[in-house]
């Protein structure tokens, strides 16, 4: 069976610090991933999305940026944090081929980001 | 512009009793709906995804019904249980949207009180 590992759980950071937030997912070939901060009181927002290995899509211009160095692995980055960027982020992938609207999509477990 | 409207934004209600969240969208043209639920600190499950055809769709003691003219959608909850306090969000795709092609409601917290 398929799952999706997102780490670490809670982190706390000082502004201008770096960040990396990285999720892996087993039992599936060339999933699509896809990377969303989820601030207090508002939806999901996409902030980016992964067809293939080195194939990043950026949904919203920003601090942050994400690579794909293997097949099922996506990090999320960040070379110096805003207090902004605090939130909650999470990880999701759906089938190959397939997008959010013919398949189910499964999430992480999320990462509870703090900028101090 | 697409939009998803939850309401209401929080409930409680004690436990052993029903509940029905609301869901209003204008995403256009409409692809599918789907209801998560999220527990606090953790990643969105799943509860059910319909498409334009579906009106009624169940999951244990989840209901979730869809009116694509109306584009309203409720989800129903049956006996709540203390496991059933969580965020529900509503989600809605798009046809021909990639992945961006979704708009997320802010979701309904629920609180189950014994």
């Known amino acids: 069976s398929q799952t999706i590992h997102q780490w670490p759980a809670t982190l706390v950071q000082p502004v201008g610090s770096p960040l990396s937030l990285e999720c892996t997912v087993e039992g599936t070939s060339n999933p699509n991933l896809y990377w969303y901060r989820q601030a207090a009181g508002r939806g999901l927002q996409l902030l980016f999305y992964s067809v293939g290995i080195g194939q990043i899509s950026s949904e919203v211009p920003q601090n942050l940026s994400a690579s794909r160095p293997q097949d099922r692995q996506f990090i999320l980055s960040s070379k110096k944090l805003l207090l902004s960027d605090s939130g909650f982020y999470l990880c999701?992938?759906?089938?190959?081929?397939?997008?959010?609207?013919?398949?189910?999509?499964?999430f992480g477990q999320g990462t509870r980001l703090t900028v101090v | 512009k697409n939009q998803v409207e939850q309401s209401p934004q929080s409930l409680i209600i004690l436990e052993g009793k029903n509940c029905t969240l609301q869901?209003?969208?204008?995403?256009?043209?409409?692809?599918?709906l789907r209801w998560y639920k999220q527990d606090t600190g953790r990643g969105p499950v799943s509860l059910t995804i319909?498409?334009?055809?579906?009106n009624t769709k169940s999951n244990g003691r989840y209901t979730a019904t869809l009116d694509a003219d109306t584009k309203q959608s409720s989800l129903h909850i049956t006996a709540s249980q203390l496991s059933d306090s969580a965020s529900y969000i509503c989600v809605v795709s798009h046809s021909g949207g990639g992945a961006d092609g979704l708009t997320f409601g802010k979701g309904t917290h629920l609180i189950i009180q014994p």
């Open positions: 869901c209003n969208y204008t995403v256009s043209p409409f692809s599918n």
């Open positions: 999701a992938w759906t089938q190959a081929g397939a997008g959010w609207m013919n398949t189910e999509a499964f």
């Open positions: 319909m498409t334009f055809s579906e």
